[in-house]
């Protein structure tokens, strides 16, 4: 593949021209406001089926607001790259807020429209999923019928939604104003630094312990000293939320998370469940890079600490090369999308001041096309971070096909795609390392996901489920939400780590989002199921790339257990099934032990 030059950073302009000051997007919001008045109009004149001769209606209802959601998500999606790039972006916020009201309008009336329809007579509503136009719905269709029926009224319904923009979703945006206007003051080689919270984060990876131990004072300091604002947020968000489910009549808090991820909880309860067993391997990984570090046993601001100095890095041309040769090995069509990305400026990846922290896809579904956000400075997990995206971004592509309605898929399948590309990505590293010392850092690189998957994530959802069963019970103080994090840390990383992060509640975005409840286990879920779509993919090579796309394509149109049956074989609500994903990274232990043994 010849070398060439990427932009290394995207084109908005595609999708509004001017940024925050865009009079396209104010147009496009404005038209997009009025075409959803007229539409909730039509489905408050809506009244419950009683025939199937209804079934054009219902059709062109549903079509209507297909197009009109797509326009809300679009404007969503080009914000949300907004506020990314640049975080002084104060009319993107306030663009934001004009969005969620947007949403919450939409929500509402559609809501209505799928309780009307939920109470339609069992005979009609057979007839009308027989309809050419109803019947490739089936699966979404269904699951409106039974969660409609499992909610309030149309009226309270829609009280809810609409009490949720000054209320529920307030919360949340509270907290990410907070944050965004945060600094921590640090050293660094003899050189005093203001930072924002993100940019300190990364420097918990440096390779100097007494950089690392300085900033994460300096971060727990500034977590902290917010910590009673924080206690607010989190608390409300849960409040709310648990108030919902006491009016419905719900009594688990994991009902809505598994509804939304279209699982079961034997299945989620069987992955917890292997996992557990199969800890041991990754706490002598913990202990083992302790050893390396010269300690006894890891702080926590030494879990991203390199033992190794990879030497290994890539320009992001270099980085895109890469990722493009290793796609094509597994798939040609993943890797021609992801050039096309590439080449197009889907990807903003320039390591600048004012960004946001991390990185992520979103899509836009008018135009046909993602976008991209991270931060490249060069390193192999960077690269790797950036096959993750270009996954998630492939899964959108890999949809195009399918009914808008059949596009949304859940979390926890939306990890695997993402994950598989990087899982591609990852283990060629290791395998072209030209030095042990190399291949050491990058097997480190790979089990620093895999702790963090069966650790990290484990610790966030023993915190989550323990903080909501004593919320029941009235306000959770900061004092208590510390508790409540250091056993669920120390639980989780059974006691391989000395000190914990006590103010993780607080400085971890996850918890504060209101778009999707327990923001923590689908991550693990993405990731084990994607390491056995990867050992077929092993299995048959390039083959297996036709197989591959169907299954995501298939990914929000039945339920994970359905579709693990159907694409893999498996009976994911079995303990097995998880330990065979397992294994495979019990052999990056081993190979990393080995290898550090020299």
């Avoid at 997007?25 to 038209?31: G, K, T, V, Y």
């Avoid at 309809?131 to 009226?155: G, I, M, T």
């Avoid at 993750?388 to 596009?407: D, Q, S």
């Avoid at 975005?509 to 689908?522: A, K, Q, S």
């Amino acid at each position: 593949m010849p070398q060439t030059s990427y932009p290394i950073t995207w084109d908005l302009e595609t999708f509004f021209q001017g940024g925050s000051d865009s009079e396209e997007l104010r147009r496009h919001l404005d038209e997009t406001k009025d075409r959803l008045n007229t539409y909730a109009d039509k489905l408050n004149a809506f009244d419950t089926p009683t025939s199937s001769s209804e079934a054009d209606q219902i059709a062109a209802l549903i079509e209507e607001g297909s197009d009109i959601s797509q326009h809300i998500r679009q404007a969503g999606a080009y914000i949300t790259c907004l506020e990314a790039q640049d975080m002084s972006d104060h009319k993107a916020s306030t663009l934001r807020s004009e969005v969620t009201e947007l949403n919450a309008t939409y929500s509402a009336a559609f809501n209505r429209f799928r309780q009307k329809l939920a109470q339609t007579e069992e005979s009609v509503w057979q007839a009308l999923l027989e309809h050419d136009k109803l019947a490739e719905l089936f699966f979404v269709l269904n699951e409106w019928r039974e969660a409609a029926a499992e909610q309030l009224s149309e009226d309270e319904e829609a009280l809810i939604t609409a009490l949720s923009v000054d209320g529920y979703h307030a919360w949340g945006q509270m907290y990410n104003t907070i944050v965004g206007e945060m600094t921590v003051d640090v050293t660094v080689d003899g050189e005093e630094k203001t930072l924002s919270v993100g940019q300190a984060n990364n420097l918990l990876s440096h390779e100097n312990p007494d950089v690392r131990k300085h900033v994460y004072e300096q971060l727990e300091a500034a977590w902290k000293e917010k910590e009673s604002l924080f206690a607010n947020t989190l608390n409300h968000l849960a409040g709310f939320r648990l108030n919902v489910y006491d009016k419905r009549g719900w009594d688990n808090v994991l009902k809505e998370p598994l509804d939304i991820n279209r699982m079961q909880q034997d299945t989620l309860d069987a992955m917890w469940g292997a996992i557990t067993k199969h800890k041991q391997p990754f706490v002598d990984f913990l202990y083992r890079k302790a050893d390396l570090l010269g300690k006894e046993t890891l702080e926590w601001y030494d879990l991203g600490a390199p033992t190794q100095e990879n030497n290994q890095t890539l320009t992001y041309d270099e980085g895109a090369q890469f990722i493009l040769k290793h796609f094509k090995q597994f798939s040609p069509k993943l890797a021609d999308f992801a050039e096309h990305a590439f080449e197009n400026g889907w990807i903003e990846a320039e390591d600048r001041s004012g960004k946001r922290p991390g990185g992520f896809c979103t899509g836009f579904p008018l135009s046909g096309e993602s976008r991209i956000f991270m931060t490249y400075s060069g390193s192999m997990s960077n690269v790797a971070t950036l096959a993750h995206e270009l996954g998630h971004a492939f899964h959108t592509h890999a949809l195009k096909p399918v009914h808008p309605l059949n596009r949304r898929y859940a979390m926890n399948v939306a990890e695997t795609a993402s994950t598989f590309a990087e899982m591609i990505v990852a283990d060629a590293s290791v395998k072209e390392a030209e030095t042990d010392e190399d291949k050491i850092a990058l097997l480190e690189d790979k089990l620093q996901r895999s702790v963090a998957f069966f650790m990290n994530i484990h610790s966030r959802f023993l915190f989550e489920t323990r903080f909501y069963e004593e919320r029941r019970n009235g306000f959770v103080p900061a004092e208590r939400l510390n508790e409540l994090t250091d056993e669920a840390q120390r639980e989780a990383y059974q006691d391989a780590v000395n000190s914990t992060s006590p103010s993780y509640w607080s400085n971890k975005l996850h918890f504060h989002i209101t778009g999707v409840p327990f923001y923590n286990f689908p991550y693990t879920f993405g990731y084990l199921f994607s390491l056995s779509i990867y050992a077929k993919a092993l299995e048959e090579g390039v083959s297996y790339e036709d197989k591959y796309i169907a299954l995501l394509q298939d990914t929000a149109r039945m339920t994970v257990e359905e579709l693990a049956m159907k694409h893999l074989g498996e009976d994911i609500t079995q303990e097995a099934f998880w330990e065979k994903g397992i294994e495979l990274c019990k052999r990056d232990v081993e190979e990393y032990l080995n290898l550090t043994a020299k």
